[in-house]
């Protein structure tokens, strides 16, 4: 079977019946949960004893990143067994709304990274070693939003054997 020919059946088959994986972003509170989760991660990051306000802010942005980053863009397929392998060797990023890039959804989960940004590089003062920390996060969170690396595994990591590349 060609490429040609595995695509195809990869499209009717994601195209069968809903992804519950990568629907519930669009759902109602979903967006508010994502800011509940930075409150709660800048909150927990305060409360400890001998953390700076800087080194609290720059502490959730790191984790809110790597959260993020494992979430959307490293975990592969879905964790229902209804579809069939369908989704197999897409990340949740590459399943929300079918792909489609510059949805309202995408826009928002790119939005939130760039203004944890901002606000931690203004909580902590614009420290040239804390910027460049926040910074690399801040890129390595949007660098995996891009078109361009849509379905791309860089030098191979996290390729699945069978993804239709």
Do not use: C
């Amino acid at each position: 079977m060609s490429d040609k020919d595995k695509r195809a059946f990869q499209t009717l088959d994601q195209s069968s019946m809903p992804n519950f994986n990568s629907s519930w972003v669009n759902y109602k509170g979903a967006w508010s949960t994502t800011i509940f989760v930075i409150v709660v991660l800048k909150t927990l990051f305060t409360v400890i004893p001998f953390i700076s306000p800087e080194a609290s802010w720059t502490l959730t942005n790191l984790t809110f990143n790597l959260g993020h980053y494992i979430m959307f863009h490293w975990v592969q397929g879905i964790p229902f067994d209804n579809n069939q392998g369908a989704y197999d060797g897409l990340t949740l990023w590459e399943q929300i709304d079918g792909g489609v890039q510059f949805t309202a959804t995408r826009k928002f989960l790119t939005a939130v990274p760039i203004v944890l940004f901002l606000l931690s590089t203004h909580y902590t003062h614009y420290d040239v070693f804390l910027f460049g920390i926040n910074f690399a996060a801040l890129m390595w969170v949007l660098v995996a939003k891009l078109p361009v690396m849509h379905r791309v595994r860089v030098f191979g990591i996290n390729k699945l054997d069978y993804d239709m590349d």
